[in-house]
Nanobody, 119 residues
Framework: QVQLVESGGGLVQAGGSLRLSCAAA????????MGWFRQAPGKEREFVAA????????TYADPVKGRFTISRDNAKNTVYLQMNSLKPEDTAVYYC????????????WGQGTQVTVSS
């Protein structure tokens, strides 16, 4: 499995921006795609955004479209989530995940990073 380490979370006021990073190590040759998920207190984990490793094709959940951008740096084995126009409802623990292809489940997960947006 791939080891994933997130960073970049923190506290920001509504309307502000944050950039999350997720560095992958070990077995990175097997990565077909990576994604970001989030889990707010008392809620289930939900999909945020995903990117295909070879083509950079991206997908986004409706609540973040137009505000969040996922990107990757293959040379650094790192995926980013640029979050702009943050809202209090974006407050959650954000997790990155990796999978071998778009036809498989995400099977490698990071430890999560807290994002708190104050109103």
């Amino acid at each position: 499995q791939v080891q994933l380490v997130e960073s970049g979370g923190g506290l920001v006021q509504a309307g502000g921006s944050l950039r999350l990073s997720c560095a992958a190590a070990g077995g990175t040759f097997s990565i077909g795609g990576m994604g970001w998920f989030r889990q707010a207190p008392g809620k289930e984990r939900e999909f945020v955004a995903a990117i295909r490793w070879s083509t950079s094709i991206t997908t986004y959940a409706d609540p973040v479209k137009g505000r969040f951008t996922i990107s990757r740096d293959n040379a650094k084995n790192t995926v980013y989530l640029q979050m702009n126009s943050l809202k209090p409802e974006d407050t959650a623990v954000y997790y990155c995940a990796a999978r071998r292809s778009v036809f498989t489940q995400y099977d490698s997960w990071g430890q999560g990073t807290q994002v708190t947006v104050s109103s």
